[in-house]
């Protein structure tokens, strides 16, 4: 049972353009979100994340959005830059359960110069 | 990495032999946590560790146990490895249980 889901494998965008990675979930007791950026041969790093009571979130080039009737979240990327290429989980916790995160299973995204 | 160092970073194993992983963290952080990833399913918790000698399941445990005699590191142990364990491991650390865990750089397991 995937409780968080991110539909899109890959995602290929040219320099410059925006790039938007959206993820999915479906238990609604989910309160708080992450996006993690992942390297090769490198662990997920921690990039921009949003509280239920919010429904955008904003640093530097990424910006996050919560739909949370649609349970939809999405990040904007703009604008991508080459180095933006990376696989990129949406993750997700419930705040009784601090701990534990949810992971959608990553979106590669490619940015073409 | 946030001073975590996993080793080994690569190992390849036989099926029904031991292994053991090790996190070893700088941070002094509370939290520490075993993750593995595979196509499709993203990351997946095995077990997390909320203290010295405090640890408790993930999702995906059966397989997998854990321990923690000191903060500082984290030992994730196949008792006896299966070729469904052929994965990539990640350690993560936080200082509390809802802040932000930071990860190491992942172990690298194949199991023949």
């Known amino acids: 049972d995937q409780q968080v889901k991110q539909n899109s494998p890959s995602l290929s965008v040219q320099e410059g353009r925006i790039s938007i990675l959206n993820c999915d979930y479906t238990?609604?007791?989910?309160?708080?979100f992450l996006w993690y950026k992942k390297y090769p041969a490198e662990g997920p790093t921690f990039l921009i994340s949003?509280?239920?009571?919010?429904d955008k979130n904003e640093d530097g080039r990424f910006t996050v959005f919560l739909n949370k009737s649609a349970k939809h979240l999405s990040l904007h990327i703009v604008p991508s830059q080459p180095g933006d290429s990376a696989v990129y989980f949406c993750?997700?916790?419930?705040?009784?359960?601090?701990?534990?995160?949810?992971f959608g299973e990553g979106t590669q995204l490619t940015v073409n110069p | 990495d946030a001073g975590i160092t996993q080793s080994p970073r690569h190992k390849v194993t036989e099926t029904g032999t031991p292994v053991t992983l090790r996190c070893h963290q700088t941070?002094?952080?509370?939290?520490m946590y075993w993750y593995r990833q595979d196509p499709g399913h993203g990351l997946r918790l095995i077990h997390y560790?909320?203290?010295?000698?405090?640890?408790d399941k993930g999702e995906v445990s059966d397989g997998y146990s854990v321990s923690r005699s000191k903060t500082e590191d984290f030992l994730l142990t196949l008792e006896s490895a299966t070729s469904s364990q052929t994965s990539v491991y990640f350690c993560?650390?936080?200082?509390?249980?809802?802040?932000?865990?930071?990860f190491g750089a992942g172990t690298r397991l194949s199991v023949l």
């Open positions: 993560a650390i936080s200082e509390w249980d809802k802040n932000i865990q930071y």
């Open positions: 560790s909320y203290g010295v000698k405090d640890t």
């Open positions: 941070e002094n952080h509370r939290y």
């Open positions: 993750a997700a916790r419930i705040g009784t359960s601090g701990s534990r995160l949810t």
């Open positions: 949003i509280s239920s009571i919010k």
């Open positions: 238990n609604s007791m989910f309160d708080y």
